[in-house]
C-alpha cells in the first residue's frame, strides 16, 4: 500500500490515503469491504485498530483518549492529548487537517479534523486549536490534505455573496468562470490567524481520479468513496 501522500514527524506517521486504499465509510460499498480497508490502513501504519468518528460537519472537538474501543462517537475533529491513540479523519471533497503539537516539556499532542464548509465555517479549526493548547500544546503544525479545490467548488451564487462578505480568502471563481469558494485558502488564513505554522499538502479530490470525491461521484460518476487523513505513533 503507498497512501496519497505521506511523512514521518516527531515519531509519528502521518498522511492522506488515495482511491488506492479504498473507500473507508462503512456507509457505503459493499458490506464489510470498508472494514477490511480500514484494517488494512491500520496494518500498514503498524496498529491493531483504526478509530473513526461519526462525522456531522459540526464543530465539536473530543478528546480520543475517553473513548471506549467499540464506539464510533460522534465529532468533526478528535485530540490525543498525549499523542498515544491513532487518530482517523474522512473526507471526500471536505478538508482533512491533521495536527501536531507539543508541551513545554515536548510531550507530544495530535489531533485530526473534517473542515467542510459547515464545520470550517462553524469553527472547528479554531476549536481544535483552542484544545491543543488548553491541553498544553506549543507550536502547533496544521497539515491540510486534498479536497475540493477553489477553481472546482461551484456554489450558488447569492451563497457566494454572503459567505465571502466578510472572509475574503473563501472568495473564487471556477475554471469556467461562476462563483465557487475556496475552502483551503479560509482554513489556511483561520489556522494561520489561531498561530498555527500550516503544511499545505495541496491536491484536487474533484480533478484527481486518484481520490474519491463526493461531487464527481455525483457529476461524472467515479465511484463513490471515502479518503482518510490518519496521524499515529509510529510502529516501534
Ligand atoms: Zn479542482
Redesign the pocket.
Known sequence: MSLYWETEHRGFRLGFTSAETGNLSLNLGEAGSAQDHRNRLAEYLGHTELKFLSQVHSADVLDASGVPVTESPTADAWISPDGSHPLAIMVADCLPVLFYAETAQHSPLTAAAHAGRPGLLAGVLENTVEQLREYGGESITAWIGPA??????EVPEDMHAELTADRPALASTT?WGTPALNLRAEARAVLETAGADVVDISG????DPTLFSHRASQQQGRPEGRLAGVIAPAAQ
Open positions: 475540493a479545490c477553489g477553481d472546482c467548488y475554471s484536487c479530490t474533484i480533478e
